[in-house]
């Protein structure tokens, strides 16, 4: 029996993770012919693999790292289902969260793009975490609302898989910020909207440490900057742009130690956050000969 809905899940080397998530759908209060649970291992030298079948998954094993975009375009081949769910390996899905998609999917007419949960941190104890926590850095009604780009983050959304098929799936150029690129893609070829379903929650570990999160806010700032070159029609960037953003850096820098408590910290989390991704744009915007390419499905699609 074909299922109603797959869940793709990306895995890195997440040995320590993975099995959390794949049994949070596995156990999913729905018949188990309506869903499958597809993980990804995206060229992991840990037990990630072997930990996520015995949990219940059906595994597919890239050869190496070739990235979350390459990994999530794997299991769109692979999924069956009508709707496809895309969560990580970091994340823990709630009880009724494929209950809430698939109820909502069911009903869904053409102007629903796709549909995204509400995301929230699991077991923030880090000062790191925390501040994520405070700024509701996951949370997709807050990207929904951007005026000039409404999207959602990538760990607690659902497209149609056709429509996922038809614009060529995610764009594998891009470190980051491919869900950004494919939600700009679909709603150009099909129109639409993304729809917020908050009773469909996932929980997420936040990056524990501030040196883990340098890391992964680094790497969002090089994906910003990909997006930005492959879209440099639609927001081009200047040195009046690059100014103005560190100009914002430097303010946050003389705040960081004016406020003490979830204030102080949230003004201390900004500045790492938006420095790093600096950082990282800057790295990649400025490097010579370097510009994202437009995938060969994009091209045929």
């Excluded at 693999?49 to 769109?76: F, K, W, Y």
């Amino acid at each position: 029996m074909t299922p109603k809905i797959s869940v793709v899940i990306s895995a890195y080397n997440a040995e320590s993770t993975v099995g959390d998530a794949v049994r949070a759908v596995m156990n999913q209060p729905l018949p188990p012919e309506t869903f499958e649970c597809i993980v990804v291992d995206d060229g992991s030298t840990d037990r990630t693999a072997e930990i996520a079948q015995n949990a219940g998954a059906t595994v597919l094993r890239l050869p190496q790292n070739l990235g979350i975009a390459s990994a999530r375009n794997a299991g769109i081949e692979r999924a069956r289902g009508n709707w496809i769910a895309f969560t990580d390996a970091d994340c823990v899905p709630s009880r009724r969260w494929l209950n809430s998609i698939l109820a909502e999917a069911e009903k869904a007419d053409a102007s629903i793009l796709a549909i995204a949960g509400k995301t929230l941190g699991l077991d923030s104890q880090t000062s790191a975490a925390r501040f994520i926590d405070l700024i509701g850095a996951l949370d997709a009604e807050n990207y929904l609302n951007h005026e000039e780009m409404p999207w959602a983050p990538g760990g607690n959304v659902a497209y149609q898989r056709e429509n996922l098929l038809a614009v060529g799936g995610f764009d594998p150029a891009l470190k980051t910020y491919e869900t950004a690129d494919l939600q700009l893609r679909m709603t150009a070829r099909f129109g639409g909207r993304i729809f917020y379903l908050p009773t469909a929650i996932v929980l997420h570990r936040h990056r524990a440490s501030w040196r883990g999160l340098w890391k992964q806010q680094r790497n969002y700032g090089v994906g910003y900057a990909q997006f930005i070159l492959k879209h440099a029609d639609r927001w081009p960037w200047s040195a009046t742009n690059e100014i103005a953003a560190w100009r914002r850096i430097f303010i946050l820098a003389m705040q960081v130690c004016v406020n003490h408590g979830d204030e102080g910290l949230v003004r201390r989390g900004l500045f790492v956050k938006q420095l790093a991704q600096r950082i990282g744009f800057v790295s990649e915007y400025f490097s010579f000969g370097r510009r994202p390419q437009v995938s060969q499905k994009e091209k045929t699609a």
